[in-house]
């Protein structure tokens, strides 16, 4: 396992899409995050899994954002009726889970630079 | 609400300066801190991570410093390359009793003149 994946790594949409980005964490790890960067912003939360269960959601978090990780492997972030102001690197990142829980790094992926026309 | 504030935003040296980012946080109880370089439209490569008994870490050409007390974190870099230009983002996990959120710096970038 060489890090975190994610796909795509550009997606370019019109207003109004919904889309659908996805990250493959390190394979041991069962901690999962988003995050979204801005330009000349440091990354803000977004959501995080531990497994498969949705422990913590950032208020940025609108409700046209929605985050799964079924089986506590892949996750999936998708955005519904995007806006231009989505537009946005969004970020995931993996931790071990392993007691005990505080003393770990974060790993995170390579990012999705998402553009909405 | 924990704030990371990172000092000076950007931060031009010739090559072989030695040269220290600042980093500052509001909220002391913290359990770690890590540093992150980014290169333009990439993501996030760990630097160093320091646990919050620690105080510094070193890796290579890089030593990171952490006092707790003052919410105050350095990280030096010796002998800096072309190869170094980036941003660097400090984070810490958000107040005492969650460590699965981070509060990031808005960063400070960085160009080594050749």
């Known amino acids: 396992d060489t890090g975190v994946s994610q796909d795509p790594r550009h997606k370019i949409t019109k207003r109004g899409q919904n889309v659908t980005f996805r990250c493959d964490p390190i394979s041991e790890h069962n901690r999962l995050y988003w995050y979204r960067q801005t330009l000349g912003q440091g990354p803000e939360f977004l959501t995080y899994?531990?497994?498969?269960?949705?422990?913590?959601k950032s208020r940025l978090l609108s409700d046209r954002f929605s985050a799964e990780r079924p089986k506590g492997s892949f996750s999936t972030l998708e955005i519904q009726r995007t806006e231009q102001g989505d537009s946005a690197m969004y970020l995931c990142a993996s931790s071990p889970g392993d007691r005990p829980p505080f003393g770990y790094g974060y790993t995170f992926g390579s990012g999705t630079r998402l553009t909405v026309v | 609400k924990q704030e990371v504030t990172q000092i000076p935003a950007a931060l031009s040296v010739p090559e072989g300066e030695n040269l220290v980012l600042n980093c500052s946080f509001t909220?002391?109880?913290?359990?770690?801190l890590q540093w992150f370089r980014q290169d333009p439209g990439k993501g996030l490569t760990s630097l160093l991570l320091?646990?919050?008994?620690?105080r510094e870490q070193t890796s290579g050409r890089l030593n990171a410093s952490l006092d707790k007390s003052s919410g105050r974190s350095t990280l030096y870099i010796a002998a800096s390359q072309p190869g170094d230009s980036a941003t660097y983002l400090c984070?810490?996990?958000?107040?005492?009793?969650?460590?699965?959120?981070?509060?990031f710096g808005s960063g400070t970038q960085l160009t080594v003149l050749p």
């Open positions: 899994f531990q497994n498969e269960a949705q422990l913590e």
């Open positions: 909220d002391s109880a913290i359990y770690n």
């Open positions: 320091i646990q919050s008994s620690q």
């Open positions: 984070a810490v996990p958000i107040s005492s009793g969650s460590a699965r959120q981070l509060t």
